[in-house]
């Protein structure tokens, strides 16, 4: 009984300790995955995160609406207990431009990702400069997917191919009208950004990165990776994230 009076006390300790290190400022980092993903992808740079004393969440969004993936996103920010930079990867770069007005959020960091500003969609942008890649389908019903064949030349072309060709059977469909959603309000207006351009991307032209980043004012950083940067390149896109997670109080 004293040993497990001891263990119970012990992980009380632990939690009191890491939340009083919250509030003293360190910061919480949110990821939220793109199209055709899900938050399991985040694995690698969450493992560097957490190793480097970050509080690691991670959204699972549906893929169903931006409404609804910036739901998710919120009730994630919602349960942070001070600041937190708030990382979208891909399509999840427009939900963080929605989802980043959270009062949580006190900075963005974008990962190959699209950055959209108030009244633009995915599509226009997709269509101001497409990407390399024609290899998303469609679905009878509306939802779109990458072409499992071409998904790992196409999506993640630095990933060792047995993982990358789970990763396009496991694929989360993503609904087709999000594509042509506004966005409304978008926080990098109000909130410092940080961003990753993939040089060797084929779903995002890493030219239309660099134009929506500059009108960002992004803080960028180029790193040589596919889409899949993330997941090839962990812990470069780690140093970006702690970049963004040791400067961002100056601005709030």
């Not at 937190?84 to 990962?111: D, F, P, Q, R």
């Not at 989360?172 to 040089?199: G, L, Q």
């Not at 790193?223 to 601005?251: L, N």
């Amino acid at each position: 009984m004293a040993a497990i009076l001891t263990t119970a006390f012990g992980c009380l300790l632990g939690s009191e300790a890491l939340a009083n290190r919250a509030e003293d400022g360190a910061r919480n980092i949110v990821l939220v995955h793109g199209a055709f993903a899900d938050g399991s992808g985040w694995k690698r740079v969450a493992d560097i995160l957490a190793h480097d004393g970050y509080v690691v969440s991670v959204v699972q969004e549906p893929l169903t609406s931006l409404e609804d993936d910036v739901g998710a996103t919120n009730r994630v920010l919602d349960r942070q207990r001070g600041p937190a930079v708030l990382v979208g990867h891909s399509y999840g770069g427009a939900i963080i431009t929605e989802a980043g007005n959270n009062s949580h959020v006190a900075s963005l960091v974008y990962v190959a990702a699209f950055v959209p500003d108030e009244g633009e969609t995915v599509k226009s942008q997709v269509r101001s400069k497409p990407g390399a890649a024609n290899s998303i389908v469609s679905t009878a019903d509306g939802y779109l997917l990458v072409d499992q064949s071409k998904f790992p030349a196409d999506f993640a072309a630095d990933v060792p191919l047995a993982e990358a060709k789970f990763m396009a059977l496991s694929q989360v469909p993503w609904n087709s009208k999000i594509t042509s959603t506004p966005i409304a309000d978008p926080a990098w207006r109000h909130k410092p950004a940080y961003a990753i351009v993939a040089t060797q991307d084929r779903i995002i032209n890493p030219d239309l990165e660099r134009v929506m980043y500059a009108r960002a004012k992004a803080k960028v950083t180029e790193i040589r990776g596919s889409h899949a940067v993330f997941i090839s390149q962990p812990r470069a896109v780690a140093d970006v994230i702690e970049r963004a997670a040791r400067t961002g109080d100056q601005h709030r």
